[in-house]
């Protein structure tokens, strides 16, 4: 049975994002469940060894008991086989904020992509916040590059604006003339949308909001125990 997936857009790691992590944890298996971070997005600016260390504390703190942080920072190390089989053995898998672009170059068509997919296939959840849910979508928009580049592709036919309530908000506008036929996921800061166990389907927890650009209608949708669909 395929993995749920959990979108967070962003500020992770505090609050009320305790709301769908918790939430996460329990699909995923429960506290005992092996949980693996991968801090890839964070590695440009000699960052991610910190941030794996904040969500590595934060996870524990919500009772997870096996919490590991791969070192996969590369290219290289995206194919390094003792990460790849953690990866392959994880339950719960959480991709890190950061640099977008780099994040998505070094996963596709990797070894350990591979693994975060096999994982998947038997039941793996796959959890991502800002960068790291940006990429997991069909689409993503490189602010560095100021282009939109073709995602991971676990979410097809969307494209992430993470910190909508923020500055994300702003991209709006500029990627429905890029992608006019792409239906467009705004997730507030502190908020997650995750899978809700129907195909296409999802539930809002968290602080904020989620907002969908579709070609022909916006929607808002606050935290509820309503589900909503992508089309």
Not at 38 to 64: C, K, M, Y
Not at 110 to 121: C, D, L, S
Not at 205 to 211: E, F, I, Q, S
Request: glycine content about 12%.
């Amino acid at each position: 049975m395929t993995g749920d997936l959990l979108l967070e857009g962003g500020a992770e790691f505090g609050g009320a994002m305790a709301e769908p992590d918790r939430r996460a944890i329990e699909l995923a298996g429960g506290k005992d469940v092996p949980l693996v971070i991968i801090p890839t997005a964070a590695a440009p600016d000699n960052n991610h060894q910190r941030a794996g260390a904040n969500g590595r504390r934060w996870f524990e703190s919500l009772g997870v008991r096996q919490v590991r942080v791969v070192p996969l920072i590369d290219r290289t190390s995206a194919a390094d086989p003792q990460i790849v089989e953690q990866l392959r053995l994880a339950r719960l898998i959480y991709l890190l904020g950061g640099f977008t672009h780099y994040l998505g170059q070094v996963l596709a068509g990797t070894p350990a992509w591979e693994a975060v997919m096999a994982a998947h296939a038997e039941g793996a959840l796959i959890a991502g916040s800002s960068a790291g849910a940006m990429v997991l979508a069909e689409y993503y928009f490189d602010p560095q590059g100021g282009r939109v580049v073709k995602g991971l592709n676990l979410v097809p036919d969307s494209c992430v604006i993470p910190h909508h309530d923020t500055f994300g908000r702003s991209w709006a506008p500029r990627l429905r003339a890029l992608l006019p036929d792409v239906t467009l996921i705004g997730i507030d800061e502190q908020t997650g949308m995750l899978s809700a166990r129907q195909p296409g389907s999802w539930r809002v927890y968290g602080r904020g909001a989620v907002t969908v650009y579709m070609p022909t209608k916006t929607t808002m949708v606050t935290r509820s125990k309503d589900i909503f669909t992508l089309d």
